[in-house]
């Protein structure tokens, strides 16, 4: 089983940015797509975005062109950096190794208007 740790959340006001890193326990990136997942009371898991191995990405329509994720092979980790945040991006955000049932414990985002 992977192990994931999240990092980087925190409070802000809206129109800031915050980095999340996440890092897995052991190399697992040569096989498998990373992806982000948000969460909100009362709301299930919503997918962020993706990204593969060699770099392609995709993104959920309510943060193209305000988050970007990226990855370091070398360093097993996974980054979202998130920009322009709005309120409604406010959430506990999870990183998963696609196709498998590894998660992270999850990093909490609380922006303020």
């Known amino acids: 089983q992977v192990q994931l740790v999240e990092s980087g959340g925190g409070l802000l006001q809206a129109g800031g940015s915050l980095r999340l890193s996440c890092a897995a326990s052991?190399?697992?990136?040569?096989?498998?797509?990373m992806a982000w997942f948000r969460q909100t009371p009362g709301k299930q898991r919503e997918f962020v975005a993706r990204?593969?191995?060699?770099?392609?990405?995709n993104y959920a329509d309510s943060v193209k062109g305000r988050y970007t994720i990226s990855r370091d092979n070398a360093k097993n980790t996974v980054y979202l950096q998130m920009d322009s945040l709005k309120p409604e991006d406010t959430g506990v955000y999870y990183c998963t190794v696609v196709g498998t049932t590894s998660w992270g414990q999850g990093t909490q985002v609380t922006v303020s208007s």
């Open positions: 990204i593969t191995y060699d770099g392609n990405t």
């Open positions: 052991r190399s697992i990136f040569s096989r498998n797509p």
